[in-house]
């Protein structure tokens, strides 16, 4: 179990990790104190990726509410990260050259993961759950969470500590936008059984909550409204579980806007979705 007020087990492990980074810590907001050991600082980033990568601690985790938290300890110990890593030359086709703390992890058979050849880069601090299928070519960025059995397909990007949860399907080209600062910023989150259309957007802070289903080309963000017709009521930011969103457009206001017969992009939510109906199901119906 994970405490969700700091992000880490709840058995104790890594609380003393937590407070290293916290704001008044050693590795603070204002960087390292003075009296800091760097084999210490390094030993604690090294800490932290690896229990990014096995899902002990994570950037953000929703508590009994319902609320997604994010931590901000974790976020400050990646951007140790990079602070404090070496700009180097990484063994990577064709060359790369990036931060030394936080190249990319080596996935391998123990991980439980298909990793499909042809370009995907997973981040060292970046945890692909047992049952993960990755096509290429994808990124997958420092702090990011990706839960069991989750599908993600060719072109996605799941952007630092983004949060996807068990049996996701992230269809091509869909884009999880990463936030490290500000460092208490809620990252993008797509929770359980939810399908993402292909080219779907996801940034700011927006959340997808649980067996929502939203149609090819859907962008959010945190201050996006979404129409609910189903309800009759506005979603600031964030989509109601089990909810079928395809992209929508209102008029736009004004005399100009009324000449040319504008309007703007509005996401709209047409149908709910039961736990029996199969998400390809459900959509092809919404949008006939």
Same mark, same amino acid.
């Given at each position: 179990?994970?405490?969700?007020?700091?992000?880490?087990?709840? %058995?104790?492990?890594?609380?003393?990790?937590?407070? =290293? =980074?916290?704001?008044?810590?050693?590795?603070?907001?204002?960087?390292? #104190?003075?009296?800091? %050991?760097?084999?210490?600082?390094?030993?604690?980033?090294?800490?932290?990726?690896?229990? +990014?990568?096995?899902?002990?601690?994570?950037?953000?985790?929703?508590?009994?509410?319902?609320?997604?938290?994010?931590?901000?300890?974790?976020?400050? *110990?990646?951007?140790?990260? =990079?602070?404090?890593?070496?700009?180097?030359? +990484? %063994?990577?086709?064709?060359?790369?050259?990036?931060? #030394? $703390?936080?190249?990319?992890?080596?996935? *391998?058979?123990? %991980?439980? @993961?298909?990793?499909?050849?042809?370009?995907?880069?997973?981040?060292?601090?970046?945890?692909? /759950? /047992?049952?993960?299928?990755?096509?290429?070519?994808?990124?997958?960025? @420092?702090?990011?969470?990706?839960?069991?059995?989750?599908?993600?397909? !060719?072109?996605? $990007?799941?952007? !630092?500590?983004?949060?996807?949860?068990?049996?996701?399907?992230?269809?091509?080209?869909?884009?999880?936008?990463?936030?490290?600062?500000?460092?208490?910023?809620?990252?993008?989150?797509?929770?359980?059984?939810? =399908? @993402? *259309?292909?080219?779907?957007?996801?940034?700011?802070?927006?959340?997808?909550?649980?067996?929502?289903?939203?149609?090819?080309?859907?962008? $959010?963000? !945190?201050?996006?409204?979404?129409?609910?017709?189903?309800?009759?009521?506005?979603?600031?930011?964030?989509?109601?579980?089990?909810?079928?969103?395809?992209?929508?457009?209102?008029?736009?206001?004004?005399?100009?806007?009324?000449?040319?017969?504008?309007? +703007?992009?509005?996401?709209? @939510?047409?149908?709910?979705?039961?736990?029996?109906?199969?998400?390809?199901?459900? $959509?092809?119906?919404?949008?006939?």
């Amino acid at each position: 179990m994970t405490d969700s007020s700091t992000g880490t087990p709840s %058995d104790g492990r890594h609380g003393a990790l937590a407070r =290293f =980074f916290a704001e008044d810590g050693p590795a603070g907001s204002t960087g390292p #104190s003075a009296g800091t %050991d760097r084999a210490e600082l390094l030993a604690r980033v090294e800490e932290l990726l690896r229990a +990014l990568e096995d899902g002990s601690v994570r950037a953000a985790t929703r508590d009994e509410e319902g609320t997604w938290q994010a931590h901000a300890w974790v976020k400050r *110990g990646i951007l140790a990260a =990079f602070r404090h890593g070496e700009t180097v030359e +990484l %063994d990577w086709p064709g060359g790369a050259v990036d931060r #030394s $703390l936080v190249p990319a992890r080596r996935i *391998g058979l123990g %991980d439980g @993961v298909r990793l499909v050849p042809g370009g995907t880069s997973v981040r060292r601090g970046a945890h692909l /759950a /047992a049952g993960v299928v990755v096509m290429p070519p994808s990124y997958v960025n @420092v702090g990011a969470h990706v839960g069991p059995g989750s599908m993600v397909d !060719s072109h996605v $990007l799941v952007g !630092s500590c983004a949060q996807v949860g068990e049996r996701v399907h992230l269809s091509t080209a869909v884009q999880l936008g990463g936030v490290l600062e500000p460092v208490g910023a809620t990252p993008v989150v797509v929770e359980d059984d939810v =399908f @993402v *259309g292909a080219q779907c957007g996801l940034y700011e802070g927006a959340v997808v909550r649980r067996g929502a289903v939203l149609a090819p080309g859907v962008v $959010l963000t !945190s201050g996006t409204t979404v129409y609910d017709l189903v309800e009759q009521r506005e979603h600031r930011g964030e989509v109601p579980e089990g909810a079928v969103v395809v992209p929508g457009s209102r008029p736009a206001r004004g005399d100009y806007a009324d000449v040319l017969g504008l309007s +703007l992009y509005a996401p709209v @939510v047409v149908k709910y979705r039961d736990a029996s109906t199969d998400a390809a199901t459900v $959509l092809e119906d919404a949008l006939r």
